[in-house]
């Protein structure tokens, strides 16, 4: 009793550290961090919402300053994204921070990096579910966190960074129910599900996976079918009401609202060049391989290849015996994660949908495909135990542990080195090779940098800076983040009046010319330039 009192204390206390660690580390460099492009439209987006949900509840409330010159939310263009964080968010700011716009930001940010800790929590009980022990759970959870351009966008990416938590932790929460089917279990995976739903509609794809695995466990597991029928009957009956309940746009019309949100999703509305392989193309126009490639070049090499090495292992159990594979849990908790990792992928590909931006709208796969790289780790643990002392096998395996901690102590020192920049992350190719051949900062987050070593450079009361490429929007969302008084130096004006043109590489992957001025400050990432100073 004394050890396994001592084992659970064990647990508790490390994975305590290890996430009460991760939530300060956040709460200390969420200062660092620009603001992407897409930040002010989610806000707006909240804040139309809770005026909504203000003229059905409280009209009274309607008077408050933030409501001022906002469209109706039933003309809203981008009213079909959902608003299940950003409407809470709204709330939140304009409760504590209705006259401070920079604290205001530094609350969602730090917000969003909350919800990739709770994402990493999910990770690691999965895991630990999954692989019979809390250390597993612990090394995927630290994967997740170990991956730099994942971690970079953890604190501004509030659709894909947070649709991805909340896609781990839906895989958690079907686990647990199909583990041992309750009608507690099922409310509570209909809440996460309704939530993940409406942050994006490809949260679907959670009530697609719960019947489809729920079919198998009543197939595998005959004791467990009544109760598990009954528990299915309540998550669909509850699921649909709460995904309504957290999106005020649905409340008017659910069913078309949804299905023209779904409709959206597969077509959208976005026409505008990407940057890929050294070539600007359509978003709508994209090849199948697009998605694969930037995961591929974004993902750190040893994970990848642990990866492939899981995914492996999973097939060829399955294949070695279909039926007894699917009989065990191991083998289908293994293939929930093959589904999760592998099948918005094709369903991507199948229907054509727009994706711009790298993989960033299928950031929520990656959860799976760390549980399958610590798959693949564990099974390359487990062959070289097997292997004879002094064998070929061991001394294999020997020389595959040092490769593996030599890359995954490169990719901390990359995630370190590069801080707050980890979201131009290129993980084997090198800098200059990668600047020929993708995007690199795409949402503009390294302007903040620019803008606050411009003010600390120039002694002047105002000070002009050019507008010019369409960077009007990435440099005045990021002086939000800068202090009042920075804040109130800056004239962004036409080119030709500018004393400074910050130059970054969205839509302008090629050299700046002599006519932008002289480059007096850039910002590299690994060798490549993801912003330039020019004095004019």
């Known amino acids: 009793m004394l050890r396994i009192n001592n084992a659970v204390t064990t647990r508790r206390i490390a994975a305590t550290l290890f996430f009460g660690g991760l939530l300060l580390l956040g709460l200390l460099l969420t200062p660092n961090y620009?603001?992407?492009?897409?930040?002010?439209t989610d806000r707006e987006a909240g804040y139309i919402s809770l005026r909504y949900v203000a003229q059905v509840l409280h009209p009274a409330a309607l008077d408050h300053s933030y409501f001022t010159g906002l469209p109706e939310l039933r003309t809203y263009k981008e009213a079909d994204h959902g608003v299940a964080f950003q409407l809470p968010l709204a709330v939140l700011e304009a409760t504590?921070?209705?006259?401070?716009?920079?604290?205001?930001?530094?609350m969602r940010h730090f917000l969003c990096f909350a919800t990739f800790v709770l994402g990493a929590w999910a990770v690691y009980r999965m895991g630990a579910r999954r692989f019979g022990?809390?250390?597993w759970g612990l090394v995927g959870a630290a994967m997740l966190m170990l991956s730099p351009r994942i971690f970079a966008e953890a604190f501004y990416n509030h659709k894909d960074v947070v649709f991805m938590n909340l896609f781990a932790l839906g895989g958690l929460t079907l686990l647990r129910l199909l583990r041992r089917p309750t009608a507690g279990r099922a409310a509570v995976h209909a809440l996460v599900t309704a939530l993940a739903v409406d942050v994006r509609v490809m949260g679907l794809l959670l009530p697609a996976l719960t019947v489809a695995f729920g079919?198998?466990?009543w197939w595998a597991r005959p004791v467990r079918r009544q109760a598990l029928a009954r528990s299915i009957a309540v998550y669909a009956a509850a699921t649909g009401p709460l995904v309504v309940l957290f999106w005020p746009y649905l409340w008017e019309a659910p069913v078309a609202r949804l299905w023209e949100s779904f409709g959206n999703f597969r077509r959208f509305r976005q026409t505008m060049q990407v940057f890929y392989l050294g070539q600007?193309?359509?978003?709508q126009r994209l090849p199948w391989h697009y998605l694969p490639v930037w995961l591929l070049v974004t993902t750190p090499v040893v994970y990848s290849l642990l990866f492939l090495g899981g995914a492996g292992a999973v097939l060829r159990g399955f294949f070695r015996g279909p039926l007894a594979f699917l009989q065990r849990t191991a083998g289908r908790h293994d293939l929930l994660f093959g589904a999760w990792c592998v099948g918005p992928l094709v369903l991507i590909v199948a229907i054509q949908s727009v994706v711009y931006d790298g993989w960033r709208h299928v950031y929520f796969i990656y959860p799976a495909f760390v549980l399958l790289a610590v798959r693949g780790l564990k099974a390359g643990v487990a062959a070289y135990r097997a292997a004879r002392p002094g064998s070929?096998?061991?001394?294999?395996?020997?020389v595959a542990g040092v490769l593996l901690a030599a890359g995954v102590a490169h990719t901390a020192v990359r995630q370190v080195a590069d801080h707050p920049h980890q979201y131009a992350y290129f993980s084997f190719l090198p800098g200059p090779v990668a600047g020929q051949l993708f995007e690199r900062d795409y949402w503009g987050i390294s302007a903040?940098?620019?803008l606050t070593w411009v003010l600390a450079h120039d002694p002047r009361a105002t000070v002009?800076?050019?507008?010019?490429?369409?960077?009007?929007?990435?440099?005045?969302?990021?002086?939000?983040?800068?202090p009042a008084a920075d804040r109130a130096r800056i004239r962004l004006v036409p080119h030709y009046r500018a004393a400074y043109f910050i130059g970054m590489y969205r839509w302008h992957p090629a050299d700046y010319d002599a006519s932008y001025g002289t480059a007096v400050h850039e910002i590299r990432v690994a060798g490549l330039p993801i912003l330039t100073v020019f004095r004019r």
């Open 34 to 40: 620009g603001m992407g492009w897409d930040e002010p």
């Open 96 to 106: 504590f921070f209705p006259h401070d716009i920079q604290r205001a930001y530094w």
């Open 133 to 135: 022990s809390w250390r």
């Open 215 to 217: 079919a198998l466990e």
């Open 280 to 283: 600007m193309e359509s978003c």
């Open 392 to 398: 070929a096998g061991r001394r294999v395996g020997q």
């Open 448 to 450: 903040r940098q620019g």
């Open 464 to 482: 002009a800076i050019s507008d010019t490429l369409y960077y009007r929007d990435f440099l005045g969302n990021n002086s939000q983040l800068l």
